[in-house]
C-alpha cells in the first residue's frame, strides 16, 4: 500500500478563495482523522470519521471549515473563505479502529492563506 | 479527561550520548500511550506505545520507553544518539478501552549535534 495520500502538498492561495484538501486513507482502514499543525498551537484534531460517518468534529474552528467523506477511499477538507489564520500544515491519518492502534499519518498539506 | 506534557520543546544532545525525552501524563482511567515521531516535512509516525501489557516498551530505531503508574511519566530514552535521530518527538495518551481522542502533547525538538 502507498500509504495515506495527501494532495495537494503545498498551497497558495488569497485571503477569501476556497480552499479544498484531500484524502485517500489506506485501504481497509475505518477510521479517518483531520489534524491541523502550527506553530502556536501544535498539533490539534479537527474531525474524525469512522466508516464514512462523522464522529466528532468538535475541533472544527468554525463554520468556514467542513469535511466529507463521501466513500471510505477519499476525503476531504474544505474552507470558505480561507483566511491568513487558516495557514498551518494540514494532515490526514487514518486507523483500523482508533485509539490504541496506530494512526497512520500522510505527508501533510501546507496551506498559506496570503 | 486525558492530557500530556512534555517537559522541553527543544532538547540538544551530543551524537553518541543518552537521549532522555521527557513525558507526563494525566489521565482520569487506565491510559495507552504513545511515542510518535515527525521528520522534516513529514507526517508522523509510530515510535512505540504502551497498551497495558509489559511497562517498558521497545520500539523503532533503538528507542524505548517506560510507564511509570507512580510517576505518571513515560520518558523515551534511547542509549546512544544517532544524527538521524534530529526530528521533532510527539507524546501522546487516550483512555484505555474508551472511545476517545489520542491527545498529542505540543511536541520536543531533538537536535544532535557532531
Known amino acids: 500500500d502507498a500509504g495515506v495520500i495527501q494532495s495537494p502538498r503545498h498551497e497558495v492561495t488569497e485571503m477569501g478563495q476556497e480552499v479544498t484538501l484531500r484524502c485517500k486513507p489506506i485501504?481497509?482502514?475505518?477510521?479517518l482523522f483531520w489534524y491541523r499543525q502550527t506553530m502556536m498551537r501544535g498539533l490539534e484534531l479537527l474531525i474524525y470519521?469512522?466508516?464514512?460517518?462523522?464522529?466528532?468534529d468538535s475541533g472544527m474552528p468554525e463554520d468556514r471549515f467542513s469535511a466529507k467523506m463521501p466513500n471510505a477511499s477519499f476525503s476531504t477538507l474544505k474552507i470558505q473563505p480561507s483566511e491568513p489564520r487558516d495557514s498551518a500544515v494540514y494532515f490526514c491519518?487514518?486507523?483500523?479502529?482508533?485509539?490504541?492502534?496506530?494512526?497512520?499519518f500522510g505527508p501533510g498539506t501546507r496551506l498559506t492563506v496570503l | 479527561a486525558q492530557s500530556v506534557t512534555q517537559l522541553g520543546s527543544h532538547v540538544s544532545v551530543s551524537e553518541g550520548a543518552l537521549v532522555l525525552l521527557r513525558c507526563n501524563y494525566s489521565?482520569?482511567?487506565?491510559?495507552?500511550l504513545f511515542w510518535y515521531v515527525q521528520y522534516p516535512n513529514q507526517g508522523l509516525q509510530l515510535l512505540l506505545k504502551?497498551?497495558?501489557?509489559?511497562?517498558l516498551v521497545k520500539g523503532i530505531n533503538g528507542f524505548e520507553a517506560e510507564f511509570k503508574k507512580s510517576e505518571t511519566s513515560f520518558h523515551l530514552t534511547k542509549p546512544s544518539a544517532h544524527m538521524s535521530d534530529a526530528a521533532e518527538y510527539f507524546c501522546a495518551v487516550t483512555a484505555r478501552n474508551r472511545d476517545d481522542k489520542i491527545i498529542f502533547g505540543k511536541g520536543t525538538r531533538l537536535h544532535i549535534l557532531p
Open positions: 470519521f469512522n466508516n464514512n460517518v462523522p464522529i466528532d
Open positions: 485501504s481497509g482502514h475505518d477510521y
Open positions: 491519518a487514518s486507523s483500523f479502529r482508533k485509539n490504541y492502534n496506530e494512526q497512520f
Open positions: 504502551y497498551t497495558s501489557a509489559a511497562t
Open positions: 489521565s482520569s482511567v487506565p491510559p495507552y
